[in-house]
């Protein structure tokens, strides 16, 4: 891999189908990989409505509508997370 973009999972990207066309539209241009962030949101937004998708979830969204593109998650902490459940998520 060369060049790769990072996603975040929340407000306008919290939403699979968005992060599935943008993937699409980042291997259309070019990019050798697409990558999301796993983070627990907190702070000022907690609360406000903001919207949020689990990465493995919308990677697996992505991953029907690329060909080529590397997908992963920037850090997946699989201590805070039931295991069976991402291996769920990821198929």
Not at 79 to 89: D, F, G, H, I, S
């Given at each position: 891999m060369r060049?790769?973009?990072y996603m975040p999972n929340f407000g306008y990207?919290?939403?699979a189908r968005t992060i599935a066309n943008l993937a699409?539209?980042?291997e259309q241009?070019?990019?050798d990989g697409f990558?999301?962030?796993d983070h627990i949101i907190l702070g000022p937004w907690v609360?406000?409505?903001l919207s949020y998708v689990d990465p493995w979830v919308a990677l697996?969204?992505?991953a029907m509508q690329t060909e080529r593109i590397q997908l992963g998650a920037l850090i997946t902490p699989l201590?805070?997370?039931?295991?069976?459940?991402?291996?769920?998520?990821t198929v």
């Open positions: 060049f790769g973009i990207f919290g939403d699409r539209d980042a241009a070019g990019w990558f999301m962030w609360g406000t409505g697996s969204a992505a201590p805070r997370r039931r295991p069976w459940k991402v291996a769920r998520e």
